[in-house]
């Protein structure tokens, strides 16, 4: 139940009619970062370390978005 109140939120994807790859999701996510004063380091393919806060990377389709694909990095 307390895995609904994890933090969560969606990285600019602009290709969103194309599926995410690990390479373009690493670097939406840094592009992301950097343009908001985020400190960020990459444990593995599937999570990110923002601020000092471990994230889980998820690439696949944006809830309600009509078949996009986005980036969502959602607290571990």
């Keep these: 139940m307390l895995s609904m109140f994890k933090k ?3 990285v600019p ?3 969103s009619a194309t599926y ?3 390479a ?4 939406s996510i840094s592009k992301y970062c950097e343009e908001n004063g985020y400190s960020y380091s990459f444990n593995s393919d599937d999570d990110v370390v923002i601020n000092d806060k471990l994230y889980e990377i ?4 944006e809830n309600g978005s009509r078949g996009n694909y986005g980036i969502k ?3 571990k």
């Design 20 to 22: 995410p790859t690990v």
């Design 8 to 10: 969560a939120f969606w």
């Design 58 to 61: 998820y690439r696949g389709y």
């Design 73 to 75: 990095c959602r607290e």
């Design 13 to 15: 994807y602009d290709e």
């Design 24 to 27: 373009k999701a690493h670097q």
